[in-house]
């Protein structure tokens, strides 16, 4: 089996590295790098202390408007995939480089599969809703990490090639949360201590790119009495100082660059609570039992607002306020992304699909 992975933002190499483990004891994998962000600290730190082999291709395609990006990338892919001949195009998440590879692949002879599939927000306006959806609907494999997900495909009319797998990520913070306990010194550097304070992250388009949502984001945090970290997404940094609101959020919280993956778990991990807009980091919160308030309306991690570890409060100054105030917080965690296995699983099936078996796990 010949497997052509799509990679090209932070969040995807955090979740290929736990499966390209897994693909390489049974196939050959491309790995491909789209180049979508190319900073040391978002994307070298990871192939660094995760041990992600380097990429068979980096396509350098860099920022840019949403059309443009996506379509550097495709131009850049296809001739991958006719020089390397794969039996899959392996993608993941919600991110440009996903689309791209969703376009690539089901207009060559290959499979698609797409792992994190059926996720929905429900808000159009959101940039990976888009290409969420695309990416499932353009895929012959569907790895759902939740029965949700899997109930979400099929209102879709999205039934065959669906295998609920659990989640990547779940396996990712299983196999380093004891580890970057011991060998973490994050807490240390950064002059905090368990469970005294919070740690948050902004980068979604619709909170940074509008002055009034950071602001308002500004003025809650202002009110915590903890001290806060806060590793900025470098789109975060630009915007802050693009609307003057730099020096503010110095005085609001300790601004830091972006950090690698084992430091940033031990840090939600230690966190009396976290405060984001990040699809992943609500999910790890959760993972991890730290609770999370969530600068959004709506999520596509249901579960983790069900449970009662998430809740959702948008950019209402107040709505914040009072999330960060909340004492009560549930005392049990159910457990609806998998057993930390989802990465054998999807090596599994792709072999059992490539060599034309039908997989048992097809649900
Ligand atoms: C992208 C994904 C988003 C994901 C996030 C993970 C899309 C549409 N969005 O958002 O779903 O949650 O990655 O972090 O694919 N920049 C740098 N250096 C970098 C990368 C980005 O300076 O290495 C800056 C550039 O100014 C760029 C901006 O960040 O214009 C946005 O980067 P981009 O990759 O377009 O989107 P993200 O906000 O990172
Ligand atoms: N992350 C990290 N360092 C940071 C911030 C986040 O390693 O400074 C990790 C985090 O643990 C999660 C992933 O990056 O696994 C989430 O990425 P991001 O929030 O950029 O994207 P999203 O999940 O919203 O697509």
């Not at 990679?7 to 390489?24: M, T, Y």
């Not at 291709?57 to 495709?74: C, D, E, F, W």
């Not at 299983?174 to 919070?198: C, K, N, T, W």
């Not at 579960?303 to 998430?310: F, H, I, L, P, Y």
């Amino acid at each position: 089996m010949r497997v052509c992975t799509i990679v090209g933002a932070r969040p995807q190499f955090i979740k290929a590295a736990v499966v390209s483990r897994e693909l390489r004891e049974v196939g050959e994998e491309v790995l491909v790098h789209t180049g979508q962000h190319y900073d040391e600290e978002m994307s070298d730190v990871f192939f660094d202390e995760l041990g992600i082999p380097e990429p068979d291709y980096n396509l350098g395609v860099q920022s840019g408007p949403h059309g443009r990006q996506t379509a550097k990338m495709i131009a850049e892919i296809e001739p991958v995939v006719e020089e390397e001949d794969p039996d899959v195009m392996l993608l993941y998440g919600d991110t440009n480089s996903t689309l791209a590879g969703a376009i690539v692949g089901s207009k060559c002879d290959m499979a698609v599969a797409h792992v994190e599939a059926g996720l929905r927000s429900y808000n159009r306006d959101m940039p990976e809703e888009i290409n969420r959806v695309l990416t499932d609907h353009a895929s012959d494999c569907c790895f759902a990490p939740s029965e949700s997900a899997v109930e979400t495909l099929a209102d879709e009319g999205i039934t065959d090639g669906v295998y609920l797998t659990g989640d990547v990520m779940y396996d990712s913070v299983l196999a380093v949360r004891e580890r970057v306990a011991d060998s973490s010194s994050v807490l240390d550097d950064l002059g905090v201590s368990e469970d005294e304070f919070v740690l948050a992250t902004v980068h979604r388009q619709s909170n940074t790119d509008d002055p009034e949502n950071l602001e308002a984001i500004l003025d809650a945090l202002e009110d915590v009495s903890e001290p806060i970290v806060f590793p900025a997404h470098p789109r975060t940094v630009d915007r802050l100082e693009e609307y003057d609101l730099r020096e503010r959020a110095d005085e609001v919280f300790e601004l830091v660059e972006p950090l690698g993956y084992l430091d940033f778990v031990r840090l939600m991990d230690a966190a009396e609570r976290i405060v984001t807009d990040s699809g992943g980091v609500q999910k790890e919160a959760f993972f991890l039992e730290t609770p999370c308030v969530t600068l959004r309306e709506e999520t596509e991690w249901v579960e983790t607002v069900e449970a009662d570890w998430n809740e959702l409060v948008g950019t209402d100054t107040d709505a914040i306020r009072d999330a960060l105030e909340r004492e009560e917080w549930p005392d049990d965690t159910p457990n609806p992304y998998g057993d930390g296995e989802a990465s054998r699983r999807i090596a599994e099936i792709l072999q059992e699909r490539v060599a034309d078996v039908e997989p048992e796990a097809e649900v």
